[in-house]
């Protein structure tokens, strides 16, 4: 079974321009989570959405947003990038009691 | 607020010893699940174990095991006989069963393993 899958795996981007991640969660699962982890603030969560729904949500601003599609697929939206948006961004795909993470992407703004 | 927290930011153990790394959690649930994750340099995350806290027997897998104190919040990973590849950051994570799939994750233990 072919595991977590994200992309881009490294981004650059300037400050005031905006990003899409992309998860693509192993066959069968549907909910994916999103966490930013950073050097300083460590792995927090962002969202995790579940056959199409947002079904929880972390303490992030509103330029962070995500959604669903139909095939479990996920993306994640950050928008107005700040300089401490730079992170290594992980996605994990669920099976109900165990969560499986993707290789992450990693974000570098400029 | 759920939290967790793991007091040794470093440990370091001899090739086929055996370590142990603490973490305690502050939660006023009674049904929840706690788990550690291993991320070495590559930082592909790995779950290593996993406990149901509604179950008093303490997990094991292989060479990892856990001491899991419900009524203490505390949950510690022994590796025993640890290997080379055991060195990474390891990080203990808890997840409330209402809240889905969110894992609360502790700051992390970097170990080393000396050869």
């Known amino acids: 079974k072919a595991g977590v899958t994200q992309t881009p795996r490294y981004l650059i981007k300037t400050r005031g321009q905006q990003v899409t991640l992309s998860c693509s969660p192993i066959s069968g699962h549907r909910s994916v989570s999103w966490y930013q982890q950073t050097p300083g603030q460590g792995l927090q969560f962002l969202f995790e959405?579940?056959?199409?729904?947002?079904?929880n949500k972390g303490n992030f601003p509103g330029r962070f947003s995500g959604r669903q599609f139909s095939n479990s697929r996920s993306e994640m939206n950050v928008s107005t990038l700040e300089l401490g948006d730079s992170a290594l961004y992980l996605c994990?795909?669920?099976?109900?009691?165990?969560?499986?993470f993707g290789p992450g992407t990693r974000l570098t703004v400029l | 607020a759920q939290t967790v927290t793991q007091s040794q930011p470093e440990m370091s153990v001899q090739e086929a010893e055996t370590v142990t790394l603490s973490c305690t959690y502050d939660?006023?649930?009674?049904?929840?699940?706690l788990f550690w994750y291993k991320q070495p340099p590559s930082r592909q995350m790995i779950l290593v174990i996993r406990q149901e806290a509604y179950k008093q027997q303490n997990a094991t897998e292989n060479r990892f095991s856990v001491n899991f104190q419900k009524a203490a919040k505390s949950f510690s990973l022994k590796i025993s006989d640890s290997q080379l590849g055991d060195a990474a950051m390891y990080f203990c994570?808890?997840?409330?069963?209402?809240?889905?799939?969110?894992?609360?994750f502790g700051a992390g233990t970097i170990l080393r393993v000396k050869s």
């Open positions: 994570a808890y997840r409330y069963m209402e809240y889905g799939n969110k894992l609360v």
């Open positions: 959405y579940f056959s199409e729904t947002q079904r």
């Open positions: 939660t006023s649930e009674s049904d929840y699940y």
């Open positions: 994990a795909s669920s099976n109900y009691n165990e969560q499986f």
